[in-house]
């Protein structure tokens, strides 16, 4: 049994509010900043 696949383990899930994005918590400012749209 395949435990699991080729996902790179260095990227780590974080959720959000919509309300993070409202320029106070940091590290939504960083992805604001530098990030890149996924849809």
């Known amino acids: 049994m395949k435990l699991r ?3 790179d383990t260095r990227i ?7 309300k993070d994005f ?3 918590h940091p590290l939504a ?3 604001l900043k530098t990030g890149y749209a996924v849809f």
């Not at 780590?12 to 919509?18: A, K, N, R």
């Open 22 to 24: 409202g320029g106070f």
């Open 5 to 7: 696949r080729q996902f």
């Open 29 to 31: 400012c960083e992805i």
């Open 12 to 18: 780590e899930p974080h959720v959000f509010d919509e």
